[in-house]
């Protein structure tokens, strides 16, 4: 199950050094593709808003 990026995201940076597979996209809002995510968590670990939750 991939990790998803709500409205909380402030897209500060933080999330796209810490995956490992280059799953996040840069924008108003941080993206996660679905299909490069390994659900590692790593991003979700470093958001300093909390943003970053798995996928429901």
């Not at 050094?17 to 299909?35: F, K, L």
């Amino acid at each position: 199950m991939a990790y998803v990026i709500n409205e909380d995201c402030i897209a500060c940076g933080t999330c796209i050094d810490e995956c490992p597979v280059d799953a996040i996209s840069e924008g108003d809002i941080y993206r996660i593709d679905a299909e490069s995510c390994t659900d590692c968590g790593s991003c979700a670990d470093v958001c300093p808003t909390e943003a970053i939750h798995p996928a429901k």
